[in-house]
């Protein structure tokens, strides 16, 4: 199974302040997706940016997707106190055994 | 070690019917998650199961769907009744207490469900 691999693996900044959070991954993919967990709940899906896409916006947020790297990058603009979660990105969109990293875990600073 | 089972690995169904999905979480997690996947989605969440609290459904898409956990370790994922916007792949995950985001959770592979 495919598994991203996410940097950095903590971030903490102040409310109103961009976060930027990075993932890695190893095949190729059709798609990738980025997903977010708050405290004792299951993930939520984010958004999810097909290989042959380099960018895609969804409110606050803006994925980025580098095949040539196999990377992708989460960035959140104008923070809140409610984007304090861990976010999670896979990589392949199948379902064999999906399983998740460690995530970047953000905290926002009131 | 064993993952997370489910069972079957896919069914078949006619509109209307009623059907039950089983996962088998690795043995000592205490939380267990439900999620289905439509061909080219993301994953949508369903419900969350933690310990003997109660369990957290705020993802379930109508009142046709309902989860059971007994004993703390296996459970049944039923849909009553059936629709064809139902297929999908349904993943069970489990993790060692779910008490924070802080944790992996692991997939088990999927009950590929088709309703005709």
């Known amino acids: 199974s495919q598994q991203g691999e996410e940097d950095p693996q903590a971030l903490s900044i102040q409310e109103g302040e961009n976060a930027t959070m990075n993932c890695s991954y190893k095949?190729?993919?059709?798609?990738l997706q980025w997903y977010r967990q708050n405290s004792g709940r299951g993930l939520v899906h984010l958004i999810l940016?097909?290989?042959?896409?380099r960018e895609k916006h969804s409110g606050r947020l803006r994925v980025t997707l580098d095949t040539s790297k196999k990377s992708s990058s989460l960035l959140i603009t104008a923070s809140r106190a409610a984007d304090t979660a861990s976010y999670f990105c896979?990589?392949?969109?199948?379902?064999?055994?999906?399983?998740f990293g460690k995530g970047t875990h953000l905290i926002i600073q009131p | 070690g064993a993952g997370v089972s489910q069972s079957p690995s896919n069914k078949v169904t006619e509109k209307g019917k009623d059907v039950e999905l089983r996962c088998d979480p690795i043995?000592?997690?205490?939380?267990l998650y439900w999620y289905r996947q439509s061909l080219g989605q993301g994953l949508e969440f369903l419900i969350y199961f933690q310990g003997n609290s109660a369990p957290d459904k705020s993802g379930l898409p109508s009142d046709r769907f309902s989860a059971e956990r007994t004993g703390g370790s296996v459970s049944t994922l039923t849909i009553q009744r059936t629709q064809q916007e139902d297929s999908a792949v349904y993943l069970c995950a489990s993790s060692l207490s779910g008490g924070t985001a802080w944790e992996t959770q692991y997939f088990g592979p999927g009950t590929r469900l088709l309703v005709l």
């Open positions: 896979e990589s392949g969109g199948g379902a064999d055994g999906l399983t």
């Open positions: 940016i097909r290989s042959n896409e």
């Open positions: 095949t190729s993919i059709n798609n």
């Open positions: 043995s000592g997690h205490t939380a």
